[in-house]
């Protein structure tokens, strides 16, 4: 039985230090740019040894990431608690939530975003004379395509019962829907 708990103790060490030696990495290179014989030098262990415990820096990738989803602990907070957590521990691994949030260039999701982003402040900016988006507004825009952005994964997973209009209803009454038009109304109406 201590044999187990020694073993159990080197895994957990040993897979610490490859996702710290991953996470140090990102801060100097892009994740797609580090392979594993270099995340296996910055921890100072062998490559078998690193594919004993993952399958490839993917892997490793989402350990980490699950590693770091704990310092969340959504659990036993409250709604403003959460907010403030997730923004705390993404200014601890900032280079890491650069990259896997902006750098995805490829990623429909980012696509979409884009797009979406970009046509809101188009609308706005097409309806002001001063072409200038107000800090408000650029959170107003990207709160919700954020949230129209989480509501399309919530719906594709689960089978895509309700119309494309029975969403975007209960995505108008979820959020504060007339503030986001007191926002659009207040930016055309600095003429």
Same mark, same amino acid.
């Given at each position: 039985m201590g044999q187990e708990k020694k073993e159990d103790l080197r895994v957990k060490r040993t897979r610490k230090l490859l996702?710290?030696?991953?996470?140090?990495? #990102?801060?100097?290179?892009?994740f797609h740019s580090i392979s594993v014989k270099? #995340?296996?030098?910055?921890?100072?262990?062998?490559?078998?040894t690193f594919y004993?415990?993952?399958?490839?820096?993917?892997?490793?990738?989402?350990?980490?990431?699950?590693?770091?989803?704990?310092?969340?602990?959504?659990?036993d907070s409250n709604l403003e608690e959460v907010h403030l957590k997730l923004f705390n521990v993404a200014i601890k691994y900032k280079r890491l939530f650069s990259q896997l949030f902006l750098e995805e260039r490829d990623s429909l999701r980012y696509v979409i975003r884009k797009e979406m982003t970009m046509g809101m402040k188009q609308e706005i900016?097409?309806?002001?004379k001063t072409p200038s988006i107000s800090t408000s507004s650029e959170i107003g825009i990207a709160a919700l395509a954020g949230a129209t952005l989480g509501v399309l994964n919530w719906w594709i997973e689960n089978g895509m019962t309700l119309s494309g209009e029975e969403v975007y209803?209960?995505?108008?009454?979820?959020?504060?829907?007339?503030?986001i038009e007191k926002i659009h109304n207040e930016t055309i109406s600095k003429e």
């Open positions: 996702s710290q030696a991953l996470l140090s990495l #990102i801060e100097h290179h892009s270099e #995340i296996c030098e910055e921890a100072m262990v062998h490559r078998a004993t415990h993952f399958n490839d820096k993917y892997d490793l990738l989402a350990y980490s990431l699950k590693e770091i989803a704990e310092e969340f602990h959504f659990t900016s097409s309806d002001a209803k209960e995505i108008k009454q979820v959020l504060n829907w007339e503030h």
